[in-house]
């Protein structure tokens, strides 16, 4: 195929899917190192190491569409030009921040034009997530009939953001965060390398090293980026070497924010393990997360929500009091501001995180309104039921009814609450944590008094025959 029969359809990018102007010394650093080939990638070995999925697959001249998901400057889109240039087909890019439909549609009649003269084409769409549903759908009968090869970028769960259309025509995969080992290798090639910064002859000692690493967080872009604005800042010494000082990169850093979309997978992974942290008992991982929460700009306020959560869920009756100290927390937060209330929340937090454990009032709030749902709406029984009007009187509402303070220790032994067809069935089981050992031997005490009493509203035989009739109702359901 001719340079020419490229050149030939409007919006083209040359197969080897590299832009020339990316080695000038104008263009940023990230641009200039960008690996050409698999060899020079630094990263997602679990992808294009030696027999892996992908390097297999460019081996073996392979195309099929795929998504890429991971966060950040983990090197989707560098990817996606590797394919494009080992395949020798054309890169058609769109980022569906700024494309619409027209944009999609222009493409697609360009790789239908390259089609017909027998060029590949593959469709790179980076921050796929944001298309929405229509947007997604214009591409499915494009891939099906290989006018183009699909590969979408995203750094959002595509099982949530992506239709299950366009997923089910595309091979996901995963990208991760660069290891220290892989952004070290990184600094090592910007500082060596003839594209990167080796004429500067920069220098940086270890501490400095792990700084710049840290400060990265995983993103090889990020890293880049720092290395380029510390190498501003690097004086020549009495050697002719440019040295790069912790100093320095805390001057650039000031106080970075961690990757944190408050709408995706990293959000509620911080927030799970709080909460997991908090569950099981442990207040120093408590203090860790939710300080990692804070310093990548998160809510405290949510913070606060989840941890009512956690008291209600995790504490329960084991420590009724953790619900009280949760919401003086979130109260203190909106009385008097973050610097306060941000301690108030990490205080209950600790709280919580030492108080006693029990989710039985959970499970048995949760049995309740299953059987709500899947039960028949059993009908008020008549002595359960007020009976303001003569006719409700006349009709027995209210009858039999034990007013329980008429009765020893205010309560009115045998009796039934429950529609008589679930007469005897129980959904709270204090555990034998906190506060509920003393739930527990009261409820113990009421049982026992039922069992005795003489008054009761439905034999212990009539208990029975109810329980097996649930049971069988529960089984055929």
């Known amino acids: 195929m001719s340079d020419d029969l490229f050149a030939a359809i409007d919006g083209d990018t040359a197969p080897a899917a590299f832009a020339a102007d990316s080695e000038g010394s104008f263009a940023p650093l990230a641009a200039r190192l960008r ?35 991971g966060p950040p400057g983990v090197g989707k889109t560098t990817l996606a030009l590797i394919i494009a240039s080992s395949l020798n087909a054309v890169l058609e890019q769109l980022s569906a921040v700024t494309a619409g439909i027209k944009d999609i549609r222009a493409a697609i009649d360009r790789a239908h034009k390259r089609r017909l003269a027998g060029i590949r084409t593959i469709l790179f769409v980076d921050e796929v997530h944001r298309f929405n549903k229509t947007q997604q759908d214009a591409f499915l009968p494009y891939i099906e009939n290989g006018t183009i090869v699909f590969i979408g970028a995203t750094t959002e769960n595509p099982s949530f953001e992506l239709n299950s259309a366009l997923l089910s025509r595309c091979r996901v995969y995963v990208l991760k965060k660069l290891s220290e080992e892989e952004l070290s290798d990184l600094i090592d090639l910007a500082l060596n390398s003839e594209r990167g910064l080796r004429d500067l002859k920069l220098k940086l000692d270890d501490k400095v090293r792990q700084a710049v690493i840290s400060l990265a967080d995983g993103d090889g872009r990020h890293l880049l980026n720092t290395l380029e604005m510390l190498s501003d800042l690097a004086a020549e010494d009495q050697n002719g070497e440019r040295v790069i000082t912790y100093a320095m990169v805390g001057a650039v850093a000031g106080r970075r924010l961690i990757n944190y979309d408050k709408g995706g997978d990293a959000y509620y992974d911080l927030i799970s393990a709080f909460h997991k942290s908090v569950r099981g008992s442990a207040p120093d991982a408590a203090l860790y997360w939710y300080a990692r929460i804070l310093q990548a700009g998160g809510d405290p306020l949510y913070v606060a929500r989840r ?44 709280y919580l995180a030492l108080a006693p454990k029990s989710n039985k009032l959970y499970l048995a709030f949760g049995k309740a309104k299953e059987d709500a749902v899947k039960l028949p709406s059993y009908e008020v029984p008549l002595y359960l039921r007020n009976a303001p009007t003569k006719l409700m009187d006349d009709l027995g509402y209210h009858q039999g009814y034990r007013y329980a303070h008429d009765f020893p220790g205010a309560y009115a032994d045998g009796e039934c609450f ?26 113990d005490y009421l049982h026992q008094r039922d069992a005795q009493s003489k008054q009761q509203r439905y034999s212990k035989e009539h208990r029975e025959q109810m329980a097996e009739k649930l049971a069988r109702q529960f089984k055929s359901s």
């Open 35 to 69: 690996p050409k080939n698999l060899d020079e990638y630094i990263g997602q070995s679990h992808l294009v190491g030696p027999g892996r999925p992908l390097r297999r697959a460019l081996e073996n001249a392979q195309a099929y569409s795929m998504i890429f998901w």
């Open 307 to 350: 941890l009512l959560a956690i008291a209600t869920e995790d504490v329960g009756l084991a420590d009724p009091k953790a619900m009280t100290v949760a919401l003086n927390a979130w109260d203190i937060f909106t009385r008097v501001g973050a610097a306060e209330g941000e301690r108030a929340i990490a205080e209950a937090a600790v």
């Open 418 to 443: 429950m529609p008589e067809e679930l007469d005897g069935r129980q959904y709270y089981e204090p555990s034998d944590r906190g506060l509920e050992q003393k739930l527990a031997a009261k409820l």
